[in-house]
Every structure is written in structure tokens, then in C-alpha cells.
């Protein structure tokens, strides 16, 4: 079993939709997670971290819940602009782990 | 301010050939790791430096794979002699704290590197 799951894909969705995507963390120790969005060839840039009350940044929502090991990531009115793929990160101490990334797809 | 880089961008070598890849951190960040992705596979953790110092090395592949960052500053990957399984993106990430203890990672736009 992955460290850290996520369902790659891709998820395809209208413009204005919105979509959740999911993350499981094996590791019960983990301290630090974050979404990291990463577009094609691009180097993995910082989305938001998650804290454990849950946090929003204007469309993004995320959520942790350490009971059941998971973090999930909200897009509202989802933009042409927020296809890419989105990594979840969960880390302990130095080591973070990266999951496979799960692709979005926004149309028209 | 000026952000991760990496050089080279990108790199092809010869199996049995020898590569250095060197990462320069965002100035003043004591953090720095290196990552890699497989074709096809996640991103996964190499190595973290705190300062001049090996903090976690648990990635590290195998013993051709050596990582320096002497004075603290710049670090390099040498990767020698390369195998064809060493293809792929080499991240170069650096943080102010520990990326574990929440402080995000900022990372550099990679080094494709591909062995034939």
C-alpha cells in the first residue's frame, strides 16, 4: 500500500463546476500536508497548506481529517485555468510524501 | 526574490556516464531536498540537507547516487556511473523550517535527465 493515495484520473468537468478530490495518508504520524498543483512539464507549485480546522483560500477549500487519514481538496466554479494536476503531501519531520496526483480537466 | 533554480534543465547521457546536477535554495532557506519522478510514477523523497548536514537519506537509490551541499549553501547530485532506470525529473526543493513541521516546500523547475 502507498504512504499516500489519491485517484489519478483524470476527473473531467464543466467550467463552473465543482470537485473534490480526495488523499489517504497511511503514516499516522504525519504532521504537515499540503496541496501542491503541478501543470504539464512545470515544477510542483504550493496550492495551500491544510490545517487541522480546515482551511479556504477563495475557490479552494481543505480539509483534514486525522481520524480516518485523509485530506480532501474543494475546487468551487472550477476555471478553464485550474486544469492541472493536484499532488497531496503528507509529511513527517524532513520527509514528505507525494501522492501520484490526480489530473483535472476543465472544458468548456 | 529570486526562486529555486537547477541546472542543467535538461541533461541525456550515455549509460555508464557520469551527471551532476546542482540545485541553488531561495537564499537564507537552511532546508533543502532533492526529489525525483519516474516516468509514470510519483514524486519521491531523495534526500533532505539541513545546512551542510544529511538530515535523511532514506531515499537515496543506491550507492551511485552521491549528494553534497558544502557550506550550506548550493548542493549537487552526482549520479555515477547512470543506469537507464535513473531517466526522469530531478526536483530540487528548498524550505525556511522543516517541510514536515509545516513549512511549505519551494520547488525548482527540475532536470530532466534521460540515459540512453
Not at chain 1, 504539464?40 to 490545517?51: D, G, H, I
Not at chain 2, 530540487?92 to 530532466?112: E, K
Request: glycine letters at 10%; proline letters at 4%.
Amino acid at each position: 500500500r502507498k504512504e499516500v493515495e489519491q485517484d489519478p484520473g483524470p476527473f473531467n468537468v464543466p467550467e463552473g463546476a465543482t470537485v473534490a478530490f480526495n488523499c489517504t495518508y497511511s503514516n499516522s504520524a504525519s504532521q504537515s500536508f499540503f496541496w501542491y498543483r503541478q501543470d504539464c512539464r512545470k515544477e510542483p507549485k504550493l496550492l495551500m497548506s491544510v490545517y487541522s480546522s480546515g482551511n479556504e483560500d477563495g475557490r479552494f477549500t481543505a480539509q483534514l481529517n486525522r481520524a480516518s487519514q485523509y485530506i480532501s481538496l474543494l475546487i468551487r466554479d472550477s476555471k478553464l485555468s485550474d486544469s492541472a494536476t493536484y499532488l497531496c503531501i503528507a509529511g513527517t519531520a524532513s520527509k514528505l510524501t507525494f501522492g501520484t496526483g490526480t489530473r483535472l480537466q476543465v472544458t468548456l | 526574490e529570486a526562486g529555486v533554480t537547477q541546472f542543467p534543465s535538461h541533461s541525456v547521457i550515455e549509460k555508464g556516464q557520469t551527471v551532476t546536477l546542482r540545485c541553488d535554495p531561495i537564499s537564507g532557506h537552511d532546508n533543502l531536498y532533492w526529489y525525483r519522478r519516474v516516468m509514470g510514477k510519483e514524486i519521491k523523497f531523495l534526500l533532505h540537507f539541513v545546512k551542510e548536514s544529511k538530515q535523511d537519506e532514506s531515499g537515496m537509490p543506491n550507492n551511485r547516487f552521491l549528494a553534497e551541499r558544502t557550506g550550506g549553501t548550493y548542493s549537487t547530485l552526482k549520479v555515477q556511473p547512470a543506469e537507464l532506470e535513473d531517466s526522469g525529473v530531478y526536483f530540487c526543493a528548498s524550505s525556511q523550517g522543516l517541510g514536515g513541521r509545516g513549512s511549505p516546500l519551494h520547488f525548482g523547475n527540475g532536470t530532466r535527465l534521460t540515459v540512453t
